[in-house]
């Protein structure tokens, strides 16, 4: 697109993200995410979502909790399908700790999980 010079806004931006995000390539989602940042565009909940979700498809949930964490400071909630990976996620791998930690923000949101959301330890 940019060798077309085709302006990217921050909703093709977001859209590119996601798409990374859902294809597993992890590093030209980074690279994306970054370029939102770089450019000074707002991100809001559906970018830093596809981020989280991103990091979570990488099984890298650590740079998923730290995201999210990033996320809350500044007062951005994303959607509960993201929670919703990220419990599932940790469940998977039997974190209890991350599982634990996820579910405080989750409960004071009030997005209870059901139980088809988390595999029981």
Known sequence: MKSRVFPCDQ???TVLVNVYSKAGQLNRAKEVFQEIQVLG????????GSMVMAYVRAGMLDLAKSLMKEMEAKEIYTGREVYKALLRAHSTVGDADGLRECLTPVSLRGLFPTASSVLFL
């Open 11 to 13: 909703i093709i931006l």
């Open 41 to 48: 565009l707002p991100l809001d909940k559906r970018a830093y």
